[in-house]
């Protein structure tokens, strides 16, 4: 059927002599099924775009001579971008006898150049508040390709708050990613210096605070700086006092660049205020005894604080110094000091006034030594009046006036006498000195007694008690057809039983001493038991309405005529009990109040101290229980 096919048929005849004949065939096909073999063909390749393929022509042979064609056929794949591509051409050799092969060539077209950015304008500088105005790039692509342009800001602050500088940087970018950059910056400079504004001149007083409320404050503005430093600094010129000058103030306006406005604001300082005194009225007035000097001469030495509102140097003038004697005493005045102060710019204060009183309200005193103002005295030895000497503080002469006055007390011999100085000075101050002398008449303690009408002649010296003066005479104040021999007394001389008889004791003198004894005459003469051993202490107090010791008990000598004493002691030495008559009642009750609600004392061991008055006996001491139910 092609060139490149055939087939061969070989018969074979067999033919004997007998021209029998015999066939017999074999058949050789040959056929073509080999492909022509095309030559190899370029490797496959890559190329950038915007470069485009170039492919070689194929060539081929065929093993069996056939005429063969040779065709191609190209197939383009896209690639990730728009700028990239990739082509394969496929070359097919086909022989007569349809036998084909084929052969590929790929070529890649690839994009790896970015658009290029058109040239941006130059790095510029701008002056706040101008701000940054930015041109819009322009870029191209090697390839055709789609890219956008997108920017970003960079700023970077500068040196002050109003100084700085953005950078713009472009960003080229082509559908395959392949990206440029351009950048474009503009410098922004602070160099206007703030606008100040500073108040007017103006005149003050030495006094006001020049600085700020009474010569004002400065304000500035700045269209870059949102802080500005005002700086004030002075010159002064004195003027003719020292609370005269004038301020020349230069106002300085720094913005945070650095960038200053200075202006000169005027201030005159004047003094029209008179000094002041910071005392009040009657602040310095002083009133002063006569007598002391110091304090005077502290006051002399006073004067008023003053203050002026500028100057420090105040000139001071005592104006009067007048005295004005006290008509009714020579040792008092009132002395007034006036003065004025003037502040060297001409302005005086008012006057001030001080007064001075010396007043004399001091009494005379006594400057004897050995005066006693109260005396104890016998009767018999009142003291003389002293001669008694007195000084005054301011006056030389004083009078003295002496009084002495006798008071006697009801129900006994003693009185007393007062004796007054009264003392004044002339100028009102008297001062009365009183001495006091208490006078006591001696007494003559005296005891009551018993006898019996045979005990023989009785001593009336024997009812008296300690040392008596023995010079004295006795006499009968009760008692008829008696008589006395002295100080002897005999009952059985006229006297009678049952009877009670009262003697007079007697001592003359000054004082006049007198006592009366009283002696009962009994017929009963019978010894009673009166002695140390007749005595019978209770030793227990059980006050509980058993009827039992009750009650604390001093027995034994009920009839001996003795006065029972009885003190009763907690363990603490403190009296609970006391009785200087006591009648044997005594059951556990306390005279001090304070000790229980019920007033007995708590149950426990007390001690007793029992004196027999008029016995001679010693007192009797010892321990007692008491039990009060406390």
């Known amino acids: ?97 349809g036998n084909t092969s084929t052969a590929t060539q790929t ?52 040196d002050c708050a109003g100084e700085y500088s953005v950078t713009r940087t472009w960003t080229a970018t082509d559908a395959c990613g392949n990206t440029s950059t351009a950048t474009q910056t503009i410098n922004v400079v602070d160099e206007t210096a703030p606008e100040l504004t500073i108040p007017s001149d103006v005149t003050v007083e030495c006094s006001d605070d020049s600085s700020t409320t009474a010569t004002g404050v400065a ?62 009225d009657g602040d310095l007035d002083v009133t002063i005894e006569c007598s002391d000097t110091d304090a005077l001469d502290d006051a002399l030495n006073l004067e008023p ?37 003037d502040d060297g710019c001409g302005n005086i204060s008012d006057v001030f006034t001080q007064v001075i009183t010396i007043v004399d309200t001091t009494a005379p005193v006594l400057i004897t030594t050995d005066f006693d103002e109260n005396i104890n005295a016998s009767c018999d030895a009142i003291p003389e009046i002293p001669e008694l000497m007195f000084e005054d503080n301011c ?68 009812f008296l008690q300690g040392n008596v003066d023995t010079s004295g005479t006795w006499s009968i104040v009760i008692g008829n057809g008696i008589s006395l021999n002295g100080n002897l007394f005999d009952p059985q001389d006229g006297g009678e039983v049952n009877e009670i008889y009262t003697f007079r004791y007697t001592i003359d003198g000054t004082c006049n001493t007198q006592v009366d004894v009283n002696v009962a005459i009994n017929g009963d003469c019978i010894v009673l038991p009166c002695g140390e051993e007749d005595v019978r202490i209770s030793k227990t107090v059980t006050a509980n309405g058993d009827g039992v010791n009750e009650s604390f008990k001093v027995a034994g000598v009920e009839t001996c005529g003795f006065v029972t004493e009885v003190q009763i002691f907690n363990r603490w030495g403190a009296v609970v009990y006391k009785n200087n008559n006591y009648q044997n009642d005594w059951n556990g009750q306390t005279i001090r109040s304070s000790v229980g609600s019920s007033g007995n004392v708590p149950t426990g061991t007390y001690y007793y101290v029992v004196t027999l008055r008029n016995s001679g006996l010693e007192p009797f001491a010892g321990p007692i229980y008491v039990v009060t139910g406390n």
């Open 107 to 158: 070529i890649n077209v690839i994009d790896t150049d970015a658009p290029v950015i058109d040239a941006l304008p130059a790095d510029s500088t701008i002056n706040c508040p101008d701000t940054p105005s930015f041109a819009t790039a322009t870029a191209t692509d090697a390839c055709g390709s789609d890219f956008t342009l997108t920017f970003q800001d960079v700023t970077t602050d500068g």
């Open 1 to 97: 059927d092609c060139a490149g096919e055939y087939s061969v048929t070989r018969t074979w005849t067999a033919t004997d002599a007998c021209g029998n004949t015999s066939t017999a065939t074999q058949t050789i096909n040959v056929i073509d099924t080999d492909a022509p073999v095309i030559d190899a063909l370029p490797a496959d390749s890559t190329i950038n775009c915007p470069d485009t393929p170039s492919f070689a022509t194929a060539t081929a042979t065929d093993a069996c001579g056939s005429d063969f064609t040779l065709t191609f056929q190209d197939v383009t794949t896209d690639g990730d971008c728009a700028g990239e591509y990739s082509v394969t051409r496929t070359w097919t050799a086909t022989d007569a006898c």
């Open 219 to 280: 304000t500035a503005t700045d269209t870059c700086s949102t802080t500005i430093d005002i700086t004030s600094s002075d010159v002064t010129t004195p003027g003719a006092c020292d609370g005269e000058f004038t301020i020349t103030r230069t106002w300085i306006a720094t913005d945070e660049c650095g960038n200053t406005t200075s202006l000169d604001q005027v201030i005159t300082v004047q003094d029209t205020t008179a000094p002041e005194v910071t005392n009040p």
């Open 305 to 341: 604080t003053v203050t002026d509102n500028c100057s420090n140097n105040i000139i001071t003038t005592l104006v009067s110094d007048d005295t004005v004697q006290d008509p009714n005493c020579a040792n008092a005045s009132v002395r007034t000091r006036t003065w004025t102060f």
């Open 395 to 462: 006056s030389a002469n004083v009078t003295v006036v002496f009084d002495e006055q006798i008071n006697f007390f009801p129900n006994t011999d003693d009185y007393e006498i007062i004796r007054d100085w009264t003392v004044d000075d002339g100028c009102g101050n008297t001062a009365t000195f009183t001495q006091l002398i208490s006078v006591t008449t001696p007494t003559i303690d005296a005891v009551d007694g018993d006898r019996c009408i045979d005990d023989g002649v009785i001593n009336l010296f024997d």
